[in-house]
């Protein structure tokens, strides 16, 4: 059994390890510096760096210093050198969502991908700061973002960010919503040189979802106005909503909300005097689907034991496939409230 050197942490790709010192010799020669500039960036000499770099090619099969460069940049992009060439676009270059790599603490750009550039539209970005970039376009959210994770070394998100980009066609831009996450990029001696920001498209889900919230604020405002209660029930029977009418009819407040119908209400059959089954209860009736008629019934608030003679009909909600997701009971007093 062998053991690494103390202090000497290896990096591991499919079959294959380099160490600390193989990567930083790998990195120098990504970024273009000869040997006899990677010895006195590195403090070891030439004929070292020639080693590691007759040791980088046989082990990571590259033909070439050109290709060690690659195999530098799918290394730090992916984690493994083994991945084939063709599919780093898919990881960058043709992803769905939006990367651009920015350098510095100013953030200029030194790469983007497809998708990134058609937002961009007709603007220049490559070699120009994200503030050069982008000067007419309110993008203070995201500019914190890259400053912090630049700042602070963390990475750093945001969801739902408000923005304007090219987002449908090349020739008109729009204002939609972005989650956004910046990675901070260290160089081999764990300074930030850079960040990375990725950003998803997430407007139709803003949308979707401030549009149901308008629904309901606009159905709650017509409960509101409504001269009779309503009461809705989970699956379980549980109140998830009262109006303000059924709340003044049954003399409860919000507490209500969140008890099983069947232990705040108990039914009386008016013409039989007696206690309404369980099964016959109408919110039960329309937790099985059914849609039971109207029907002219005596309420018992079990907090108060008040009684209501009231008019009550029930339905159930149902879910887009048919599923019974809860129930809707309607009730009219059918004399004056005390």
Same mark, same amino acid.
């Given at each position: 059994?062998?053991?690494? /050197?103390?202090?000497r942490? +290896?990096?591991?790709?499919?079959g294959?390890?380099?160490?600390?010192r193989q990567?930083?010799?790998?990195e120098?020669?990504? &970024?273009?510096?000869?040997?006899?500039?990677?010895?006195?960036?590195?403090?070891?000499?030439?004929?070292?760096?020639?080693?590691?770099?007759?040791n980088?090619?046989?082990?990571?099969? &590259?033909?070439?210093?050109?290709?060690?460069?690659?195999a530098a940049a799918?290394?730090?992009?992916?984690?493994?050198?083994?991945?084939?060439?063709?599919?780093?676009?898919?990881? !960058?270059?043709?992803? /769905?969502?939006?990367?651009?790599l920015?350098?510095?603490? $100013?953030?200029? !750009?030194i790469s983007?991908?497809?998708?990134? +550039?058609?937002?961009?539209?007709?603007r %220049?970005?490559?070699?120009?700061?994200? +503030?050069?970039?982008? /000067? $007419?376009l $309110?993008?203070?959210?995201i500019?914190?973002?890259?400053d912090?994770a630049?700042?602070?070394?963390?990475?750093?998100?945001a969801?739902?960010?408000?923005a304007t980009?090219? #987002?449908? &066609?090349?020739?008109?831009?729009?204002?939609?919503?972005?989650?956004? !996450?910046?990675q901070?990029? #260290?160089?081999? =001696?764990?300074?930030?040189?850079?960040?990375?920001?990725?950003?998803?498209?997430?407007?139709?889900?803003?949308?979707?979802?401030?549009?149901?919230? =308008?629904l309901?604020?606009? #159905? $709650?405002?017509?409960?509101?106005?409504?001269?009779?209660?309503?009461?809705?029930?989970?699956?379980?029977g549980?109140?998830?909503?009262?109006?303000?009418?059924?709340r003044?009819?049954?003399?409860?407040? =919000? %507490?209500?909300?969140?008890?099983?119908?069947?232990?705040?209400?108990?039914?009386?059959?008016?013409?039989?005097? %007696?206690?309404?089954?369980?099964y016959?209860?109408?919110?039960?009736?329309?937790?099985?689907?059914?849609?039971?008629?109207?029907?002219?019934?005596?309420a018992?608030?079990?907090?108060?034991?008040?009684?209501?003679?009231?008019?009550?009909?029930?339905?159930?909600?149902? %879910?887009?496939?048919?599923?019974? #997701?809860? &129930?809707?009971a309607?009730?009219?007093?059918?004399?004056?409230? =005390?």
């Amino acid at each position: 059994m062998t053991t690494e /050197p103390p202090g000497r942490e +290896r990096r591991h790709t499919r079959g294959r390890r380099l160490t600390d010192r193989q990567t930083a010799v790998l990195e120098l020669v990504a &970024a273009g510096l000869g040997n006899k500039e990677i010895a006195h960036e590195l403090g070891i000499s030439e004929q070292a760096v020639k080693e590691h770099v007759s040791n980088l090619l046989r082990v990571l099969a &590259a033909p070439n210093r050109a290709a060690l460069g690659e195999a530098a940049a799918m290394l730090q992009f992916v984690g493994t050198a083994d991945l084939s060439a063709e599919w780093l676009g898919l990881l !960058f270059l043709r992803a /769905p969502l939006l990367i651009a790599l920015l350098e510095g603490a $100013d953030h200029r !750009f030194i790469s983007v991908n497809e998708a990134y +550039r058609r937002a961009a539209g007709p603007r %220049e970005l490559l070699g120009r700061t994200f +503030r050069e970039a982008y /000067p $007419d376009l $309110d993008q203070a959210g995201i500019v914190t973002l890259l400053d912090d994770a630049y700042r602070s070394g963390e990475p750093r998100s945001a969801a739902a960010l408000a923005a304007t980009w090219y #987002r449908h &066609a090349a020739d008109a831009m729009a204002r939609g919503y972005l989650t956004t !996450f910046v990675q901070p990029m #260290r160089h081999t =001696d764990g300074r930030v040189g850079g960040v990375v920001l990725f950003a998803i498209d997430v407007t139709d889900e803003v949308e979707a979802r401030n549009a149901a919230r =308008d629904l309901s604020v606009e #159905r $709650d405002a017509i409960l509101e106005q409504l001269p009779s209660g309503v009461v809705t029930v989970t699956p379980e029977g549980r109140i998830s909503s009262i109006n303000a009418t059924g709340r003044r009819i049954l003399g409860i407040g =919000d %507490e209500a909300v969140g008890v099983l119908a069947w232990d705040a209400l108990t039914f009386i059959d008016p013409r039989t005097r %007696e206690g309404l089954p369980s099964y016959e209860r109408p919110l039960r009736r329309a937790l099985r689907g059914e849609r039971p008629a109207a029907s002219e019934l005596h309420a018992v608030v079990t907090a108060t034991g008040k009684t209501v003679e009231m008019r009550v009909s029930a339905a159930p909600l149902l %879910e887009g496939d048919g599923q019974v #997701r809860g &129930a809707v009971a309607v009730f009219t007093p059918t004399r004056p409230l =005390d």
